[in-house]
């Protein structure tokens, strides 16, 4: 057998490669069905870091059509309720340079929450339709009201209102949201050397 | 004498204790207005049980604890509540809080105490409740409910009882003053929660910068099982996880409780709380305050009723506001600043600082850290503090959780000797703050996620249901035209409109005379029955009535179906013959 495969040097690295070859051909072609993945995990990663306003100010229905959207190529700009946290993270998440919001969708605004006048109310159910997380509670000629803990501040309900009396009132700061802020940047950018600084602020 | 052990790190500042122990606990009186927010301590704010224009009684409960996480507040003194509204509190943020205001009638009068005559024959249940109901939180600073703590995890077994008498922050000097004078007390209440966990041994640990109280405690502890144990003088020694090693070597895991091991830590003060409430049916209605700084004429150690405005106990101690710039409480080092003095005295104040601007000037401006690992060696916690500060200025949150980001203690030991006087606590504070919001809003957006996926799946129902009505319409049309189709079959429509001139035919034909019904051959009338049944069967599946409904229909129809097959054959035999 030595003998032949010195006669035919090459066809015996022809048969050897043909040789691994198939086998692992065979089993990767076996790999790929039987551990198969289910749906599209990069879509599901994406649509962990999108806000879920559902706002849809990005152009699709909804952040899960987005985050299916943004695994088929589409920008990371493109969500302003999220806003450059949510743009840096999916840059880091798919390795690209994190770009700044586009403004044709929006600027991002502080977290508000829709409050219905509920006495001018009149029940037509058109803001209940609208509501992409069911967060109004109301029946027809009844009137509306928004559980507030489930709101996504996504706007979609005030455009539908025939009377005008929604209105989205921004989140203050109170006592349970107030945290800690990193220290101003001003402090870091003073000259190297302390005595540098101005003479009020050595004062002080 | 017991083995002492160490910690990593810590630091020595200055103490600075001396200038407050010069005369003993002064009572402050009953200022004229208290101001009682209704979130003293860790956890759910406390329910007002009382309404503006009440009169309440001294140690009459006001608010109602509200939740299991929670403790109940009670009227510092008697007097008419003046309003339940938001007042300055004392919180680094500066924001109002509810608060229940009460104005002293100056009378004092206690509503009706009740004490346990023995505490040994209560069981520990029993007894936590009355700690419970008696507002206790922790007194050291942190304010966490004593009762969810002394009750620990269920299951677990407490081997070692700390009582922490450290107090290592410098300037505050309440508990040395509470031990000095009232070691008694302190040993009471370490006999009840002695009662209540059954250690196997309890150790009183003091630094050693505090001899009078040390001499005061051994000698009211004489023939207890309190163990008093000295240990040199260390910031910060007086926090939980470091006091635990000191005592007993042993280190509280990363995220875990002391009560994993077997542990649980309570302060003197809160000791001496516990003997009030258990022993005297006296709730949590004053506290230990030590009132010191530069700016102050005479600073002392106050008994001071929850709710004083910090206003009134500064006055006391003989304040010169134009000499203090800012106003802390707690200390130096972990300690906040006060936006208002106004702000009431709550269970965790045990240290209302005004220092001058010599004696706590503003750090100077922060410079670039220069890797010197000065923090790293002083870090209690053993973090690498240079570490998380370039990690916090990039907000690399999953990194700063990587090293332990919260095990952090904030005792600002690396800010203190760091030469580039960077305010590395804020940093850590902030980033702490940054990710539990993150993790609060992730929380909040996943269920957003969940109610619009709900909401999806039900409008695809829907839509699924009208095409299905839709398609049954469709089929029950097509079928009646193919049965018209049917060679000799009649149309439905054609058979009813028959019938109804049949009838009308019938009518006109005359008064008297009884209607002769149309005899229809027999399998007309079984075809028109069965048009029908097959309506109604369609109607119903259409509609999406009871399967058991439909199912019942489509019975009908099959017999109706056997019985016309049947009439035809006989027809066509009768025909033949």
Same mark, same amino acid.
């Given at each position: 057998m030595p003998g032949w495969i010195a006669d035919y040097p090459l066809l015996a690295a022809l048969l050897a490669l043909v040789g691994l070859g198939a086998p692992f051909g065979a089993l990767l072609g076996f790999a790929a069905v039987r551990f198969r993945t289910e749906g599209n995990p990069i879509a599901d990663q994406i649509n962990a870091i999108?806000?879920?306003?559902?706002?849809?100010?990005?152009?699709?229905?909804g952040c899960r059509p987005y985050a299916e959207a943004i695994a088929g190529g589409?920008?990371?700009?493109?969500?302003p309720p999220g806003g450059e946290a949510t743009i840096q993270a999916l840059a880091d998440l798919l390795d690209v340079e994190a770009p700044p919001l586009d403004e044709e969708h929006g600027e991002e605004k502080a977290k508000a929450v829709a409050f219905i006048r509920e006495d001018e109310c009149?029940?037509?159910t058109k803001c209940i339709q609208a509501c992409p997380v069911d967060a109004i509670l109301g029946a027809a000629k009844q009137m509306h009201t928004v559980i507030a803990s489930e709101?996504?501040?996504?706007?979609?309900?005030?455009?539908?209102c025939p009377v005008d009396c929604i209105d989205m009132i921004p989140q203050e700061e109170n006592l349970q949201t107030w945290h800690w802020q990193l220290p101003a940047q001003r402090s870091r950018n003073?000259?190297?050397?302390?005595?540098?600084?101005p003479s009020a602020e050595r004062a002080a | 004498m017991r083995r002492v052990y160490g910690f990593h790190g810590g630091i020595h500042p &200055?103490?600075? !204790?001396?200038q407050s122990l010069g005369s003993r606990i002064r009572v402050a009186g009953i200022p004229r207005q208290l101001i009682l927010p209704l979130?003293?301590?860790?956890?759910a704010p406390a329910r007002p049980v009382v309404a503006v224009g009440d009169r309440v009684l001294k140690g009459q409960m006001i608010a109602e604890p509200g939740g299991r996480v929670s403790v109940p507040l009670h009227a510092? $003194?008697?007097?008419?509540?003046?309003a339940i509204e938001e007042r300055p509190i004392p919180? %680094?943020?500066g924001f109002p809080a509810p608060c229940i205001v009460i104005d002293s009638d100056g009378q004092d009068e206690w509503a009706p105490l009740r004490g346990v &005559?023995?505490?040994?024959?209560?069981e520990a249940t029993e007894l936590l409740e009355l700690i419970r109901n008696a507002g206790? &939180?922790?007194?050291?600073?942190?304010?966490?409910?004593t009762a969810i703590k002394l009750a620990g995890k269920p299951g677990q077994s407490i081997k070692t009882l700390i009582i922490n008498g $450290?107090?290592?922050? %410098?300037?505050?000097t309440a508990d040395d003053i509470l031990m000095r004078e009232r070691a008694d007390d302190i040993v009471a209440g370490i006999a009840i929660l002695q009662h209540i966990l059954q250690p196997q041994e309890i150790l009183l640990g003091v630094e050693d910068n505090k001899p009078e109280a040390i001499a005061a405690l051994q000698a009211a502890a004489a023939g207890s099982a309190i163990e008093v144990v000295r240990f040199p003088t260390k910031y910060?020694?007086?926090g939980e996880k470091q006091l635990i090693e000191i005592l007993t070597g042993q280190q509280v895991p990363? /995220?875990?409780?002391p009560g994993d091991l077997g542990i649980v830590c309570q302060n003197v003060g809160t000791a001496v709380a516990v003997r009030d409430a258990i022993?005297?049916?006296? @709730?949590?209605?004053s506290r230990i305050t030590t009132v010191t700084g530069d700016a102050v004429d005479s600073p002392q150690n106050f008994e001071v009723l929850l709710g004083t405005p910090m206003q009134y106990l500064l006055d006391l101690a003989g304040l010169h506001p134009e000499r203090c710039e800012r106003l802390v409480m /707690?200390? %130096?080092?972990?300690g906040f600043t006060v936006t208002t003095p106004q702000a009431p005295v709550v269970k965790t104040t045990n240290c209302i600082l005004a220092p001058t601007t010599e004696e706590? @000037? @503003? %750090?100077p401006p922060a410079q670039p850290c220069?890797?010197?690992?000065l923090c790293a060696e002083a870090c209690p916690a053993s973090l690498l503090p240079q570490q998380l500060f370039w990690f916090a200025q990039g907000k690399e949150f999953e990194k700063l959780e990587q090293h332990?980001?919260?095990?952090?203690?904030?005792?600002?030991a690396c800010s203190w000797v760091c030469p580039s006087h960077i305010p590395l606590v804020q940093y850590y504070r902030a980033s702490k703050a940054e990710i539990l919001q993150q993790r609060r809003e992730h929380a909040k957006s996943e269920q957003a996620r969940l109610r619009f996926e709900a909401r999806q799946a039900r409008l695809a129902q829907e839509e699924e249901e009208r095409e299905a009505k839709r398609a049954a319409r469709k089929a029950a049309a097509e079928k009646r035209a193919a049965l018209a189709e049917q060679g000799g079959e009649e149309d439905p429509i054609q058979a009813a409109i028959e019938r109804a001139r049949a009838k009308k035919a019938a009518q006109q034909?005359?008064?008297? $005379?009884?209607? $002769? @019904?149309? !005899? &229809?051959s027999p399998e007309a009338a079984l075809r028109q029955k069965l048009a029908k049944s097959e309506q109604r069967l369609a109607q119903s599946i259409a509609s999406g009535e009871d399967a058991k409904i439909v199912s019942a229909l489509e019975a009908t129809v099959q017999r109706l179906k056997d019985k016309l097959a049947e009439a035809e054959a006989a027809a066509t035999e009768t025909g033949a013959d």
């Open positions: 999108l806000p879920q306003t559902q706002c849809g100010q990005c152009g699709f229905p589409e920008a990371i700009n493109k969500c009149i029940g037509c709101c996504t501040g996504c706007d979609l309900c005030v455009e539908p003073l000259d190297i050397i302390a005595t540098d600084a | &200055a103490e600075n !204790k001396h979130s003293q301590h860790i956890g510092p $003194t008697s007097g008419h509540v003046s919180h %680094p943020s &005559a023995n505490y040994r024959d209560c206790i &939180a922790g007194m050291g600073g942190a304010g966490f409910p $450290t107090e290592c922050e %410098p300037y505050i910060p020694s007086g990363s /995220g875990g409780l022993c005297h049916g006296r @709730p949590l209605i /707690g200390g %130096p080092m972990m706590l @000037p @503003p %750090p220069i890797r010197c690992g332990n980001l919260f095990d952090c203690i904030e005792c600002g034909a005359g008064d008297g $005379t009884a209607v $002769t @019904p149309v !005899k &229809a």
